[in-house]
């Protein structure tokens, strides 16, 4: 009896699984196959999509510093692939009768991978394509998982054949809205914006129009996907207006978060002040919006004060963010924001402080560091810290990760010229430091070197006694330290053992006397390791090795004294011309003039001292080097320009228009603007006078010539430069060129 029950059993099974297959269409086989295809398989190809979209908004890095993406990811151009005739013929990846997506095919599985295979999968095994119609209700959004899968995958093509075919053979589907959204952002990544603009217009005008009630969501959606459009069509008026109905229901909410804040960001950009701060002020306010959008949108408020009250309000309030320990990743940016608020009120002490807490902070971001090094740099510079602006620019420098940047490169040619002004500066102070000790008396030589060593010892002694603390305390002791926390070193008979072999291996063996830091009192025992050391160190105290330095004849102290008032010269002209700073040009000039300099700098010094004057509007002065050139030089060039002042000035005043035009054609060279090169030095070329500066001019015009002629006319230049400028560096080089040619 019990075998014939099993028999029955076993056959009304196999009669109800006969009665699912996937080619009937039967109420039992529907509800079969869409209960099966949904909790299988769609459901863990949803899990897949879920969590790789989660990666994404992890693992993207935005930089605050520029408008944000509307969307948290970045596609690469060059691998969107064109649409060919069989791509997009539906026969070739959606007949259900040929499996044309294989699992075994997918490589290098991700989770949009697997989503798109277990989307495949369903269509595959649970499709109940009969009479024309689809009979399984989950295979639409089987085919919307493939398309969303596709998407990020960026096989946009693809992509949109999963969605079309969802529109035309689902075209009551529950998910129809949504689905056009998604064909409308892939085309939009394809470059088909205005095709995307039509197709989430003509969504929202039929849901007007037959007043149907689209999920708040999805609405959201539809106008993000709208202000991407328009942000890629450059209609940003339009772009702003879908941004705000996007944010009106924020459902969806760092997606809602991230459209307030590009919105204010676009505000900021076209100097609306108040209504980019009155939207990052909603977006603090929305109490489900992620922390880092949070955040920025307090920083972003620093740049959108419009005044002094409400400067104070933000500072009261980045203070208070700071002071919270959940803000830690963000206290670079926060102490960075502050001392920007501090240095806008002239309050360079805090703000200088401010800026060193964000370098110092633990969770320093590159971008934002190369930032702050540039504000300390470009703060320094505006007092006339020269050589410590320049210290900071090189900062900048080490760590910029994008070196052509136009900002990078802008604090390059900063850096550029402040090195020749760094260079100058050390060498007065080196010069004057050798001439100043070269002119004691023997007996004064002795105290001012003894006082040096002195100096050095104490220092060392301090640095000594540092590091034995560290050796008895830190690095490889601190498992004995806190084995025995809260007993005094001395008592600690393991912990005094290892500090006493540590001190050994460093210093020898030393009596307890006065002065046991000398080299002289150590009793090494092993002498090959650490003898050099201690000569090493002899030289250091070595009065007579720093007596031997110093220079004695005339003729090197004489040399001293030249190179370093043609460095006070040098940088009087550098602070006068390039950086427009006449009080320190004057400081510079006034003092070689001081000095007794050489004949040839006399005429040049004062001419720039009465034009620092002029610039400053200090008559007097301005007035009395302006009467020794008229009556010591009144033959020269700088007489007659103060003579007849309606007068241009010759020879060295064109050198340096002339060096500045060569910046620009070479600018434009850099930008391949070759023809233009080529046009605008044969013009200036009618107009230079300046002949050492001709043969850069002709070469540049050849090197531009070789850019975008053929060969022959390129020898044919290069030729014109080697016989007409043979002595020269441009004649040598091109000289060069043509053998490399000729080869």
Not at 337 to 360: F, P, T
Not at 460 to 489: P, R
Request: net charge positive; hydrophobic share 40%; charged share 25%.
């Amino acid at each position: 009896m019990e075998y014939i029950k099993k028999t029955f059993l076993y056959l009304f099974l196999f009669a109800t699984l006969c009665s699912c297959s996937a080619k009937k269409d039967a109420v039992t086989s529907r509800n079969y196959h869409a209960f099966t295809s949904y909790f299988n398989i769609l459901f863990n190809g949803e899990e897949a999509f879920d969590n790789g979209i989660q990666a994404i908004n992890e693992g993207y890095k935005d930089d605050w510093f520029q408008q944000l993406p509307i969307e948290p990811i970045v596609f690469d151009d060059r691998k969107i692939a064109i649409p060919t005739f069989k791509e997009v013929a539906p026969e070739a990846r959606f007949s259900l009768n040929k499996k044309t997506e294989v699992s075994e095919e997918i490589k290098n599985e991700n989770s949009f991978e697997r989503a798109e295979e277990k989307a495949v999968k369903a269509i595959q095994k649970h499709g109940m394509y009969i009479d024309g119609l689809e009979r399984n209700g989950q295979i639409d959004d089987a085919y919307l998982l493939l398309g969303k899968s596709r998407y990020y995958s960026q096989r946009f093509v693809p992509a949109i054949e999963a969605l079309n075919y969802v529109i035309a053979n689902y075209p009551n589907a529950s998910l129809i809205a949504e689905t056009k959204i998604w064909r409308a952002k892939a085309n939009i990544r394809m470059g088909n914006e205005e095709l995307a603009i039509e197709i989430m217009n003509l969504l929202l005008f039929v849901k007007d129009t037959l007043e149907l009630d689209f999920d708040p969501e999805i609405k959201e959606q539809a106008n993000t996907a709208l202000a991407m459009a328009y942000i890629q069509s450059d209609s940003l008026h339009k772009a702003k207006k879908h941004l705000i109905l996007a944010t009106r229901t924020r459902k969806n909410r760092d997606q809602a978060a991230r459209n307030m804040f590009v919105l204010g960001q676009m505000y900021a950009k076209e100097n609306k002040k108040d209504s980019a701060a009155a939207v990052f002020n909603q977006l603090i306010a929305f109490k489900r919006a992620p922390k880092k959008y949070k955040i920025h949108a307090n920083l972003a408020l620093v740049k959108n004060v419009s005044n002094d009250s409400l400067s104070n309000e933000i500072l009261e309030r980045l203070e208070q963010l700071i002071d919270d320990r959940e803000n830690r990743p963000y206290l670079d940016q926060l102490y960075y924001e502050v001392a920007g608020l501090y240095e806008k009120k002239d309050s360079v002490g805090l703000a200088v402080s401010y800026y060193n807490k964000s370098l110092q902070a633990e969770t320093q971001e590159v971008q934002q560091k190369s930032f702050t090094y540039e504000n300390l740099g470009n703060l320094y510079f505006r007092n006339s810290n020269y050589q410590l602006a320049n210290s900071y620019y090189d900062s900048v420098l080490k760590v910029a990760l994008d070196t052509l940047d136009l900002r990078i490169r802008r604090v390059k040619r900063k850096s550029k010229n402040l090195a020749s002004l760094v260079n100058f500066e050390q060498l007065v102070a080196v010069n004057d430091s050798i001439v100043k000790i070269a002119a004691l008396s023997k007996e004064g030589q002795v105290t001012f070197f003894q006082k040096y060593i002195d100096g050095l010892k104490d220092a060392d002694e301090a640095a000594a006694q540092l590091k034995l603390n560290q050796i008895a305390f830190g690095g490889t002791s601190n498992a004995l330290a806190s084995s025995n926390k809260g007993k005094w070193y001395f008592y600690n008979s393991q912990s005094l053992n290892y500090g006493k072999t540590s001190f050994q291996k460093v210093w020898g063996n030393r009596k307890l006397e006065d002065n046991w830091r000398w080299s002289e009192k150590a009793s090494f025992i092993s002498k090959s390791k650490d003898s050099s050391v201690v000569k090493a160190k002899d030289v250091r105290y070595d009065l007579e090795s720093y007596i031997a330095t110093i220079p004695i004849s005339k003729q090197e102290i004489d040399s001293l004294k030249f190179q370093r008032n043609q460095a006070l010269y040098e940088l009087g002209l550098i602070y006068k011309e390039q950086f427009k700073n006449p009080q320190v040009a004057i400081l510079r000039l006034e003092r070689v003039a001081g000095l007794q300099p050489k004949n040839e700098l006399l005429l040049p010094i004062n001419w720039h001292l009465y034009q620092a004057y002029t610039d400053l509007g200090a008559v007097v002065k301005a007035d009395f080097y302006k009467n020794v050139i008229l009556t010591e030089y009144s033959n020269t060039v700088f007489a007659k320009i103060i003579k007849n002042p309606g007068e241009k000035a010759t020879s060295s005043i064109k050198v340096n228009e002339a060096a500045n035009l060569y910046k620009e054609f070479y600018y434009l060279y850099e930008k391949r603007k070759y023809r233009e090169v080529v046009a605008s030095v044969n013009e200036a070329l009618l107009k230079i006078r300046a002949d050492k500066l001709l043969p850069k001019f002709e070469l540049l015009k050849t090197f531009a010539i070789g850019k975008h002629l053929d060969k022959e006319s390129y020898q044919k230049a290069l030729e014109f430069v080697a016989v007409n400028y043979g002595n020269t560096e441009e004649g040598k080089k091109a000289k060069e060129i043509l053998k490399q040619l000729a080869k």
